[in-house]
């Protein structure tokens, strides 16, 4: 079971008071809060072992370099990747989709498919978009339903051996829902297809197992479960970062230099040129033990009540609207309420020291799909509570009275 007086109690920044209100923080989709241990693992790494990793002799560098490849091999085991060197640090999920996409123009020609889902992030549309003009290939779309499902019939027959690579999220970010990811990678796979899966909306909210959803690459997020911003993952087959090329050239990710031609290190190092930012990568180590401490199952399980409890409340405010209904969802309420603009709401209940997020969340051809300008997004983590909720609801009400 899950405590949430403990757990509360690790996250400084919910003793903050906005608009002299007690912060309410309901924007988790968009950024999670940090626990005491991580924000003093960042000053720690400062404090004692600060030097550049992999290139040198002397002892800080040894230090550092061990804990960054400990906090690689955490996140490892974490989401049971086969090899530690399929574990990449990246800046994020949007430069993990971006070193994929880019290394995928050597696979995909003119002729070829990339396939994303109509409930994609932005950053999973934009590159394969700049591949397929690049390559002449077109870009397929998994359509939805109005319950905010993706069609897997439709999916099934846009399925053929055109395709490359399909790319898909496992959770949306504007919708909240759970996709079936394991089917998608396993039709995939059928017709020759890899598979990248964007778990940025995931990874707070459960383990992936890689190696069980067989996919081919998993980006996620360093700052949404509980991280530093700047830091992130990408895990890769062997056999596919074997194949693909370097994203970025410069130091680290070489064996050999001349001005006759380069060979390029081993993995990982391939893919990780330059200077990373080390104390991210330290301490996403310690955001990913800060979370196995707590439980994904206890984390998920207190979420969906929050889900629960969340929807019920909001459906009694007459006039909303939840976009986004899918039977398999996690913590996150998208709504709007009668034909009151999403900012007007956000901007009243942010007043009373609740933030939430309001817009198109990165995601417009799903505002498109809806016929609406956006919505007014609550996306709860296992640190709220159900009278946080009440404060919310109370809120609207509010915002919907002085603005009707």
């Not at 980006?219 to 056999?239: D, M, N, Q, R, W």
């Not at 998920?300 to 976009?323: H, M, P, R, S, V």
Request: with cysteine.
């Amino acid at each position: 079971m899950l405590d949430i007086n403990a757990v509360r109690a690790s996250f400084p920044i919910l003793n903050e008071t906005v608009n002299g209100k007690p912060l309410v923080y309901f924007d988790n989709a968009a950024t999670s809060q940090k626990p005491k241990v991580v924000i003093d693992a960042v000053a720690e790494y400062y404090n004692t072992i600060n030097s550049n990793i992999h290139r040198g002799v002397h002892t800080l560098s040894q230090l550092a370099t061990d804990a960054y490849e400990v906090s690689r091999q955490k996140i490892q085991t974490h989401i049971n990747a086969k090899h530690g060197h399929e574990v990449l640090f990246t800046t994020g999920t949007t430069h993990g989709i971006n070193l994929v996409a880019s290394g995928f123009a050597k696979f995909v020609k003119e002729g070829d498919a990339v396939m994303v889902s109509a409930m994609e992030h932005h950053s999973n549309i934009v590159p394969w978009q700049m591949l397929c003009e690049r390559a002449g290939a077109t870009l397929l779309v998994i359509p939805m339903n109005e319950n905010g499902e993706l069609i897997i019939e439709e999916f099934e027959k846009l399925l053929t051996e055109k395709v490359k690579i399909v790319a898909v999220n496992h959770i949306s970010n504007s919708l909240g829902t759970i996709n079936p990811i394991k089917h998608i990678i396993d039709k995939a796979h059928q017709v020759g297809a890899a598979v990248l899966i964007d778990g940025a909306q995931a990874a707070p909210h459960l383990r992936p197992d890689v190696q069980a959803l067989d996919c081919d690459f998993y980006a996620f997020s360093g700052h949404k479960v509980c991280g530093p911003t700047g830091s992130g993952i990408l895990y890769g087959k062997e056999e596919w970062l074997n194949k693909l090329p370097p994203y970025q050239g410069g130091g680290e990710m070489i064996k050999e230099v001349s001005f006759d031609g380069t060979t390029y290190a081993d993995l990982p190092h391939k893919f990780e040129a330059g200077t990373p930012n080390i104390a991210g990568g330290i301490v996403l180590g310690t955001a990913i033990d800060y979370l196995n401490s707590v439980g994904l199952d206890n984390i998920n399980a207190y979420e969906q009540e929050l889900l629960q409890y969340g929807t019920e409340k909001l459906l009694e405010i007459e006039d909303l609207k939840i976009i986004g209904t899918a039977k398999q969802k996690t913590s996150v309420i998208s709504f709007n309420v009668g034909s009151i603009h999403p900012y007007d709401i956000g901007s009243i209940v942010d007043k009373m020291g609740i933030a939430v997020r309001t817009g198109h969340h990165c995601t417009q051809p799903v505002m498109q799909f809806f016929d609406i300008p956006g919505t007014v997004r609550a996306s709860f983590s296992f640190y709220n509570t159900k009278e946080e909720i009440d404060a919310l609801v109370a809120a609207v009400i509010k915002a919907q009275r002085m603005l009707s």
